[in-house]
């Protein structure tokens, strides 16, 4: 069973910084896209961050372009979201996420396996 654990979340001032990270067990991590969102109340959940199998592109939601950096350690099983520069509009619950073929897409439904997120809020 493909289990995904995220951390790194918490409250942090406006322009301040935060690193998630999501390690992925039970599969083969190295063969997956994997793939950040993020869900704030009242909202549909919202492509964030990807990255292909191995780490040949990377894609990013326009809100945070310049912002946050996807990266991955594939003999770690881990998968990281430094975000930078936040904004109150950051406030949300973060998930990984997983997809099989390595291929990334922006499209929550496309993915196979979710972590239970992690909450990030940004005060002003």
């Known amino acids: 069973q493909v289990q995904l654990d995220e951390s790194g979340g918490g409250v942090v001032q406006a322009g301040g910084s935060l690193r998630l990270s999501c390690v992925v067990s039970g599969g083969t991590f190295s063969s997956y896209a994997m793939a950040w969102f993020r869900q704030a109340p009242g909202k549909e959940r919202e492509f964030v961050a990807a990255?292909?199998?191995?780490?040949?592109?990377?894609y990013y939601g326009d809100s945070v372009k310049g912002r946050f950096t996807i990266s991955r350690d594939n003999p770690q099983n881990t998968v990281y979201l430094q975000m930078n520069n936040l904004k109150p509009e950051d406030t949300a619950v973060y998930y990984c996420?997983?997809?099989?073929?390595?291929?990334?897409?922006?499209?929550?439904?496309?993915?196979?396996?979710w972590g239970q997120g992690t909450q990030v809020t940004v005060s002003s």
């Open positions: 996420a997983a997809r099989r073929g390595g291929v990334h897409a922006r499209t929550p439904t496309t993915y196979d396996y």
């Open positions: 990255i292909t199998w191995g780490a040949v592109g990377t």
